[in-house]
């Protein structure tokens, strides 16, 4: 049995043979994310106490806020196209300037131990 409470907490009842309580089960109203290979679904569900599930809130045509970026909910969901993350192979130049860094602390270090 669950039950709802007033600040939108869903609680589940659970019975053994000598106690009985509620337990904090989640809120009415959540954001699920479900991740593809190329996006991120973001769906508003809402707890049902006559399934006693979370059911996609299909009416739901609020914004939220993803990365600090507003996103209005089409059919209680966004999807979020994901970015593929930069390369980060060096060029030549950038080696070539590491390489003369080396070399220079080296030459350094190498004077600092003779003194």
Do not use: C
């Amino acid at each position: 049995m669950y039950k709802i409470l007033q600040n939108g907490q869903v609680m589940r009842q659970e019975k053994t043979d000598s106690y009985e309580q509620w337990v904090p089960f989640g809120m009415e109203i959540e954001i699920r994310i479900t991740e593809t290979e190329t996006a991120q679904i973001y769906q508003q569900v809402k707890f049902s106490l006559i399934s006693e599930t979370w059911e996609a809130d299909l009416t739901n045509d609020t914004t939220i806020v993803i990365d600090g970026v507003e996103h209005i909910l089409v059919d209680g969901q966004v999807t979020i196209p994901k970015t593929p993350e930069p390369e980060l192979n060096p060029t030549l130049e950038e080696m070539q300037i590491q390489t003369l860094l080396n070399t220079e602390y080296l030459v350094i270090m190498s004077e600092l131990t003779s003194l």
